[in-house]
């Protein structure tokens, strides 16, 4: 009856709806990022420096050369080797070869290119059927010539994976602290509780920013610094909860029946906390995204080219004074609707498994 009444209260909220559909669109873009991104090669990360910045919408003649290397492709980390890509104006095709007018270069210059690097026979209508491709740039180019709208898909598998990380180390390690302090009390309450006042003292971000340096820069390393400051918030609100809990009649008759301690919280209180430790997971997700976020901007969070809303902020802030914001605004508004999103999300389920309501 519980399950059916929270069910008919979450369909009604038709912002927690939208935002739930929205999260777990993104949660689906970021495992088949590299089946939707137009620029499938690793972290999308294929550069033509000849049309950089250019606006969403762009288009252009695209060269295809074979790679010396064999294509590799993965499901998880796209294309290890992609065929060469050379955007061109114009092109002329010859016997032994082809001359072509690469992008934003004077008219009467033309590069040569072998036949050799060709697959098909250079005739006309196999020539333009296997090595030429009109490309559309969708939301435009970033400065190095990579495809924006690419970039943010991928980049959204950081975003959501720091969410995940960063909630599962900090439920594990704050459900216990917490659990453990509140139910035994006595000193190793008040050594839990100095822990929690010690880092709860200390700003989160400079925290962040320690743990990184000492764990070094890279992917998984933000991972862990993030997680390991975000159990605070678990831990303290786990605390008083169990603190509440233990008082109750149904826990004192667990204790006089003689259940152990240990299967006393795990199987009378721990099922309580649930719908808290919703709300707060919320939460620390959309914080576990602002503050990669902020690292990736400072230059310490995920490195390049691995592709990170953060860091796509970063590279372009300065084009918001140079005409073109949506190099930066775009990367921009991916975060906010995200945290929005989780945020909103998480105050409807506060209200939603709230039982006074």
């Known amino acids: 009856m519980i399950g059916a009444s929270v069910n008919k209260k979450f369909i009604k909220d038709l912002w927690a709806v939208f935002s739930i559909f929205y999260i777990l669109m993104l949660i689906v873009i970021a495992i088949f990022a590299y089946q939707i991104a137009p620029d499938s090669t690793s972290n999308a990360n294929q550069m033509h420096l000849s049309i950089h910045s250019k606006p969403p919408g762009f288009k252009v003649l695209m060269l295809h050369t074979e790679n010396a290397t064999n294509n590799q492709k ?157 159990w605070v918030e678990v831990a303290r609100v786990v605390r008083g909860q169990v603190l509440s809990l233990k008082e109750k009649t149904f826990i004192k008759a667990a204790q006089t029946l003689g259940y152990g301690k240990i299967r006393i919280i795990w199987y009378h209180i721990l099922p309580l906390l649930i719908p808290p430790l919703i709300v707060i997971s919320a939460a620390n997700f959309a914080s576990a995204i602002l503050i990669e976020s902020g690292l990736s901007f400072l230059g310490i969070g995920v490195q390049p080219p691995e592709p990170s809303w953060g860091g796509m902020v970063k590279d372009h802030f300065r084009y918001l004074l140079l005409g073109k914001p949506y190099l930066t605004l775009l990367p921009g508004l991916a975060i906010m609707s995200l945290v929005l999103a989780l945020m909103t999300l998480g105050n409807s389920l506060r209200d939603i498994l709230d039982v006074k309501h």
């Open 74 to 230: 993965s499901f998880f980390l796209g294309e290890v080797n992609s065929s060469d890509e050379i955007p061109i104006q114009e092109y002329k095709l010859q016997s032994n070869g082809v001359e072509i007018q690469p992008y934003g270069s004077p008219s009467d210059y033309y590069e040569f290119i072998e036949a050799s690097k060709f697959q098909s026979p250079l005739s006309e209508d196999s020539f333009k059927k296997q090595n030429l491709k009109e490309k559309i740039f969708l939301l435009g180019t970033d400065k190095y010539g990579r495809d924006l709208l690419s970039r943010l898909i991928i980049g959204s598998r950081i975003s959501i994976s720091i969410g995940f990380i960063a909630v599962l180390i900090s439920l594990l390690i704050g459900l216990v602290l917490g659990a453990l302090g509140g139910f035994f009390g006595g000193y190793l309450d008040k050594g839990i509780v100095w822990l929690i006042n010690v880092f709860w003292s200390i700003p989160t971000l400079l925290m962040v920013i320690a743990i990184t340096l000492a764990l070094g820069r890279g992917f998984w390393q933000v991972f862990i610094a993030v997680g390991l400051t975000m």
